[in-house]
C-alpha cells in the first residue's frame, strides 16, 4: 500500500513538472523601428508594478541612466534617472479608478485633486488626438479657455490646470485602460519620443 502511494505521489509530481517545463513562454511586446533606432544602446524590458505592467527601454550612461521604475503611489509609473545621473523622478503615468460602467468624467474630482492648482472651469474634455486617437484632456472650458488660447498664441502661458492638464508643450491626456474599463490612465508623454510604449500598458 504504501509503495503504491509512493508510486502515485511520485507521478503527480512528475506531471506537475511536466506541465510546468511545457508553459508557453510569455510573449515579448515589440518596441517600433523609431524606438528601436532611437534606443539602439538601451535594453528592452518588462516593468511591473503592483496593478499594471509594461514595456519600457532602460538606458546606461550614454543615454542619461534614464529608466522606467514603478510608482504604486499613484498606480503607475515614473521616469527616473540612476546615479551618477539621478534626478527626481517624474511621474509619466497614474491611475485614477472608476466604476466599469462609469464615464471617464466621473474621475474628475479625483484629477482635480491630484493636478494641483487649477482655473475653475477646468473639465475633461474628449478630443481627437492625433495619433492617440480619441483621448479626453483637461483643460479650461468657456471664457477661460478663450482667454488662454488667445493668451498662448502670443507667448506660452503656464499650464491652466495643473500639472495634468494641457500647456505650451507635451502630451498630457487621459483615457481608459483598454483591458479593464475600472481603470482611466494618465500618460504624459512630453514633447519627444518616451522609452516606454503606452500601448504595452496591461492590468496583472
Known sequence: MRTSLKLVLSGALIAVNVAGCNKPAEKVAEPSQVMKDTFASCTWEKVEGKSLSIWSYACGPDMGNVRLVADDKVGGFSLA??????LTPRVVIRTFAKDKAAAV???????LKATGAHGASCQLVETDYGDWGKVYLLEPTGAEKAGYDKLNAIEPQPNPCGELGI???GDRFFRVMADDPAKVIYYDMGSEIQ???PDTLHSK
Open 81 to 86: 534617472a540612476m546615479p551618477p545621473d539621478a
Open 195 to 197: 522609452i516606454f510604449d
Open 105 to 111: 468624467t466621473s474621475v474628475l474630482p479625483a484629477v
Open 167 to 169: 500647456g505650451p508643450a
